[in-house]
């Protein structure tokens, strides 16, 4: 490259550094000559390009009208990029075929484009057969048959455009006043290729506006129709119109999950015309379909006409015999759950990104709509059991007046209270094992109740919750100065019970060293306080409790074996709850009033899904859990349903399996223990079927099933 002649910077006012590019000689034939006859000629030029508004046109104009000017066998205009840092060639003319594409596309690095837009000035290669800069951009005008290449900056007051480019055969084809003339046309073409480039990105601003415009219509008719309708149908005739009109497709359809055929099912379908699509199966399978594939996959899925063709779904192949193009489908996705898919089907080619993107805008407000519907039909449902779902009356609750504390009509729980019957009138040691929160101090008091000492004092002591040092003073009573901190007499719980019943929960917990000085009042009916040698007599009935294994504990020799065979002379064993699952909603209902009651609410209504819930719920903490349950239940309750936190309840899956076997073993002895009672007779009035709450065939299933026969 040479450098520019100190003539030329005064003829064209560019100034160059020494780096400039330089013109030499005038190889450039031009069809004016003189500069009136040029500078005519360049307005005629502007006058034409200047009349065309968008980009193409411009470039389909721009060669014939430079023609006008100056001879050339190359023409090209190329636009700058600078967020990308690209240089993008048109070709606009060539005498000769070229490998250039169209739109090629240069890093700026590879391209003079971007030194002509810095500097201002002209680029030009006298010579490119001497050219080793831009190996790219050289090789390829040099496979072009382009020898010389002049390089025009397009800049205005406003940007900096890009540059325009001629190209000869010949080297040294331009001189630097041809260059000085290309100069003043590359400022006419810049003001025309800036017009053209202003229109048409107000144009592009408009369509999106449009498009937006429309779009905001169609999410607006989505949005009206979901608070006007509340069924599918309705719901899905009111947008399918704004489909469309919108996104331009032929017919739309609305999928949605069928549990019971593990399929979807098509719910609606909007589409003109007397096709057998109509008519066909509203099944739709998972496999070899766009509304399956979303199903399963949550991702919108388009199919053009090959992949329809291809489907194993006939309905799909159906499609491009009547000249459907392109399908796309769209999960309704609402919270964590898919409830099906809306598909729509067009004759164009394919489904733009921004179709696709406004679809599961779509299709998340038709989710929301159709969760909405299917929430409001199961309240109506719900509304209309609730109204038969009322609390059960004090009577119903209670199995008689003897058992005023103890609710339940289960088996299990009916043959404890015959157990208790039986032993109350005796003054005979009681021994009530069971898992904590079973109830064992009711049973304990109802055989108070029932006995001859009800009139008298009920004691307990829970051995558990005193330490053991006190143990003995809380069951035997001390002296004053006993024992430091002991500045009075204290009358312990033996002489309270006096006449009555002593209950002791938690016996198992009494240390080995006071087992001895127990099992002598039990034998004896008398003891000496701590720090006294008086002999004190008292007429006391002993109840004990425990939730340990005491036997076990007796050969681990950590309970004396004389005062269990002391205690244990009537065992009273109570079930667990989820050995009477038919006492839990009694149960429920039970402390559901006396919260209610206690706390000033009306809580009327308890809800059967909850009901169902906590009846599967296996209560690893019995009754006592469910009564806390149901407490934080009733004060969580601002009207007059029961709110029941179920989320509290441990119900994870691997819970429940590990917890089936003891259900169902826990079922089978239940059925066993009625069938004793009964005397194996399954039918009639007082059958087992009858007990059980269940008919006669059912019952034979369930001891089928449980491996249950009369024993010969």
């Known amino acids: 490259m040479l450098a520019l002649a100190s003539t030329l910077a005064e003829i064209s006012g560019y100034t160059s550094e020494d780096d400039s590019p330089v013109l030499c000689r005038k190889g450039l034939t031009m069809i004016t000559d003189s500069p009136r006859t040029r500078q005519d000629a360049l307005l005629e030029v502007s006058e034409s390009i200047a009349s065309h508004e968008s980009l193409p046109a411009l470039l389909h104009a721009l060669s014939p009208s430079l023609a006008r000017l100056v001879s050339f066998t190359g023409l090209g205009l190329v636009l700058h990029d600078p967020e990308r840092r690209v240089s993008k060639l048109h070709i606009l003319e060539s005498s000769s075929p070229y490998d250039i594409p169209d739109g090629y596309e240069f890093p700026a690095e590879q391209s003079p484009t971007s ?7 002209p680029f030009y290669f006298p010579d490119l057969e001497l050219e080793t800069g831009y190996p790219v951009l050289i090789e390829m005008l040099r496979h072009s048959g382009i020898r010389s290449y002049c390089i025009l900056p397009l800049i205005t007051e406003r940007r900096r455009i890009g540059s ?20 003043q046309v590359a400022r006419q073409v810049a003001v025309a290729v800036e017009n053209a480039l202003n229109f048409e990105a107000a144009t592009a601003l408009r369509e999106e506006l449009a ?6 219509r169609l999410l607006l008719q989505v949005n009206n129709a979901i608070v006007a309708r509340l069924e599918t149908r309705p719901l899905f005739e009111a947008i399918s119109g704004a489909l469309r009109e919108t996104l331009n497709v032929d017919f739309a359809s609305l999928t949605l999950w069928d549990p019971e055929s593990k399929q979807l099912r098509r719910q609606v379908l909007d589409l003109e015309g007397s096709y057998e699509l109509s008519e066909a199966d509203p099944l739709v399978p998972i496999e070899g379909t766009p509304s399956g594939e979303a199903y399963l996959s949550r991702r919108p899925v388009v199919m053009t006409g090959e992949e329809l063709a291809a489907s194993p779904y006939s309905m799909m192949r159906s499609l491009t015999q009547h000249g459907f193009r392109s399908a796309c489908a769209v999960p309704l996705i609402c919270g964590e759950r898919v409830l099906g898919t809306l598909n729509v089907v067009s004759r164009r080619e394919e489904t733009t990104q921004e179709e696709v993107e406004l679809l599961v805008q779509v299709a998340g407000q038709i989710a929301i709509a159709l969760d909405n519907a299917a929430a409001y039909k199961r309240i109506e449902e719900l509304n209309a059991r609730l109204a038969e779902e009322k609390l059960y009356l004090k009577e119903e609750i209670r199995t008689n007046y003897f058992f005023e504390e103890i609710v339940g009509r289960s088996a299990a729980l009916r043959a404890v209270l015959r157990e208790v019957e039986t032993v109350a009138p005796s003054d005979s040691t009681v021994l009530i094992c069971g898992e904590t929160g079973t109830g064992k101090e009711l049973i304990a008091r109802a055989i108070h109740n029932l006995s001859s000492r009800h009139q008298y004092t009920f004691a307990k002591v829970n051995c558990a919750a005193i330490p053991t040092g006190l143990l003995e003073s809380e069951l035997f009573g001390h002296e004053r100065g006993a024992f430091t901190g002991a500045i009075e007499q204290r009358i312990g719980r033996f002489e309270t019970a006096h006449r009555g019943t002593l209950f002791l929960d938690e016996v198992g917990d009494i240390p080995l060293e006071l087992q001895p000085k127990l099992l002598r009042v039990l034998q004896e009916r008398e003891f000496e306080r701590l720090g006294s040698s008086r002999t004190i007599r008292v007429d006391v009935r002993l109840v004990a409790a425990t939730n340990r294994d005491l036997l076990r504990m007796v050969d681990d020799r950590q309970f004396r074996a004389d005062l269990y065979y002391r205690l244990n002379v009537f065992p009273v064993v109570v079930p667990p709850l989820r050995e009477r699952v038919e006492d839990i909603p ?10 209610a009651t206690r706390m000033g609410k009306q809580v009327n209504t308890i809800p059967s899904e909850a009901m169902e819930h906590l009846v599967r719920y296996p209560w690893p903490g019995n009754i006592r859990e469910l009564q806390n349950l ?5 004060i969580m309750s601002p009207g007059p349903v029961l709110n029941v936190p179920l989320e509290v309840l441990r119900t994870s899956e691997q819970q429940a399996l590990h917890l089936s076997g003891t259900l169902e073993e826990a079922e089978r002895l239940h059925i066993l223990r009625v069938l004793e009672e009964t005397d194996w007779v399954l039918s009639g009035p007082n059958g087992a079927a009858a007990k059980l709450g269940l008919k ?11 491996g249950i026969s009369r024993p010969q």
Do not use: H, W
């Open 211 to 216: 498009r937006d415009r429309d779009q905001l």
């Open 630 to 634: 149901i407490e934080r239940a009733v």
């Open 696 to 706: 006669r065939s059912t019952l034979q299933f369930r001891m089928k099933k449980l």
């Open 115 to 121: 030194i002509v837009l810095e500097t201002g000035q």
């Open 164 to 183: 325009l480019t001629f190209g000869s055969p010949n080297k040294n084809a331009y001189s630097g006043e041809d260059i000085v003339f290309l100069c």
């Open 586 to 595: 009694l149960l429920v209902s039970y402390f559901a009033e006396q919260y």
